[in-house]
């Protein structure tokens, strides 16, 4: 029972490369969720998946794209790197929205240079 | 936007004493949870207070929750190297009919044998 998985763990891109950070989860759950934890900022929401099918924007969703996949998976993609999107990156999960605990996974640590 | 506002920043004590965090926060909400991060990896929940609440127990940590103060606090007894970690209180109100957590920025904890 793996819980939730992201993919890469670490990744240095160049301004203006893409790529798509992946995450899954084998818990069931409906809802899903992309933070970004900078120093001194806490976590931020950058886009949730309230369930199978729908996405929606959080706090700071500009530069970023989301997909919910299927049940499991909700991938997260940068378009075009900036410097300003150094950040690491965690995946989250549960059963129905805010109203029971975030799962949550190891981060990806993104470097932007 | 910083809903859940964790005071100290940094705690320092040593095993075998008491470590409190406290958590405030602005708008009404539906319940308040409390994770910890140990460093390096994703955060992990500890507790779900949730709005007619007053406090809850786990183990050695205890929650109060005080609405009409729009603050909550984690206690922490006789705690051990182990419980070195950062804390962080998320707030959980409802937009649009779902529920989405909003985190401090966190309590660094750091507990000396």
């Known amino acids: 029972n793996a819980g939730v998985t992201q993919t890469p763990k670490f990744q240095v891109l160049k301004t203006g490369q893409s790529m798509t950070l992946q995450c899954a989860q084998d818990?069931?759950?409906?809802?899903m969720y992309w933070y970004r934890q900078d120093p001194g900022m806490g976590l931020r929401l950058i886009y949730y998946?309230?369930?199978?099918?729908?996405?929606d924007k959080g706090e700071v969703p500009n530069g970023y794209n989301v997909s919910r996949l299927n049940k499991r998976e909700f991938s997260l993609r940068l378009e075009s790197a900036a410097p300003s999107q150094t950040s690491v990156y965690f995946c989250a999960s549960s059963v129905q929205g805010g109203n029971s605990p975030l799962h949550f996974g190891n981060g990806t640590r993104l470097t932007v240079t | 936007s910083q809903q859940g506002e964790e005071d100290p920043q940094a705690l320092s004590i040593q095993e075998g004493e008491n470590a409190t965090m406290n958590c405030s926060y602005k708008?009404?909400?539906?319940?308040l949870q409390w994770y910890r991060q140990n460093s390096g990896r994703g955060l992990v929940h500890l507790i779900l207070?949730?709005?007619?609440?007053r406090e809850k127990h786990s183990g050695r940590l205890r929650v109060t929750l005080d609405t009409s103060k729009k603050s909550s606090s984690l206690l922490i007894t006789a705690s051990r190297a182990a419980d070195t970690a950062s804390y962080f209180c998320a707030t959980v109100t409802s937009n649009s009919g779902y529920s989405t957590l909003t985190f401090g920025k966190g309590t660094m904890l750091l507990v000396s044998p």
């Open positions: 818990m069931n759950h409906n809802s």
């Open positions: 207070i949730r709005s007619n609440e």
């Open positions: 708008t009404s909400i539906n319940n």
């Open positions: 998946s309230a369930s199978e099918g729908t996405t």
